[in-house]
T-cell receptor, first 114, second 109 residues
């Protein structure tokens, strides 16, 4: 079946603009996770959802970052007033059950803020 | 605190065994993971081990866990050039994954 998909795959934006990154989890997967990966580093946790409920947003760096998953399927990560330091690969993962320990990752969105 | 440490580079010859090491801090992690990232590709879940196990074998992969020392290792037998990638160790305190910096494995023919 189809894996996790993310769009756009690449996004270049000017400093100060807002961006919205989309994640479409594996069909039927109830948990969805967002991570950010800087070049040469491991992925860093941002936030996650069980169904539509945001369970943990402790990794969001500041209040310019927000995420939603209104119908418990597709999720959007929004970054307002982007800054150059927001440039990174943004990765989404999903898992089949609450508390499932297998997270499957999408291809990522490469965000570049100029 | 939550922290995962890995050495950054490992170089081996084709056919040799590779051993990638990792230390972690969170003793509450139920599982510990190894992910593989090939150039320009996403993260692939390679294997994971339940925290009350010492060893898990899966074809060419052997995972060893020393819970007392919070040390995890991944052994790849008969390493091939296709195994060249970055390998990430991860712990999972409360649902989220905490990753190490990754070990870049280079396999020379």
């Amino acid at each position: 079946g189809a894996g996790v998909s993310q769009s756009p795959r690449y996004k270049v934006t000017k400093r100060g603009q807002d961006v919205a990154l989309r994640c479409d989890p594996i069909s039927g997967h109830v948990s969805l996770y967002w991570y950010r990966q800087a070049l040469g580093q491991g992925p860093e946790f941002l936030t996650y959802f069980n169904y539509e409920a945001q369970q943990d947003k402790s990794g969001l760096p500041n209040d310019r970052f927000s995420a939603e998953r209104p119908e418990g399927s597709i999720s959007t990560l929004t970054i307002q007033r982007t800054e150059q330091r927001d440039s990174a690969m943004y990765r989404c993962a999903s898992s089949s059950e609450v508390g499932s320990y297998e997270q499957y990752f999408g291809p990522g969105t490469r965000l570049t803020v100029t | 605190g939550e922290d995962v440490e890995q050495s950054l580079f490992l170089s081996v010859r084709e056919g040799d065994s590779s051993v990638i090491n990792c230390t972690y801090t969170d003793s509450s992690s139920t599982y510990l993971y190894w992910y593989k990232q090939e150039p320009g590709a996403g993260l692939q879940l390679l294997t994971y081990i339940f925290s009350n196990m010492d060893m898990k074998q899966d074809q060419r992969l052997t995972v060893l866990l020393n819970k007392k020392d919070k040390h995890l290792s991944l052994r790849i037998a008969d390493t091939q050039t296709g195994d060249s990638a970055i390998y990430f160790c991860a712990e999972n305190p409360g649902g989220k994954l905490i990753f190490g910096q990754g070990t870049e494995l280079s396999v020379k023919p």
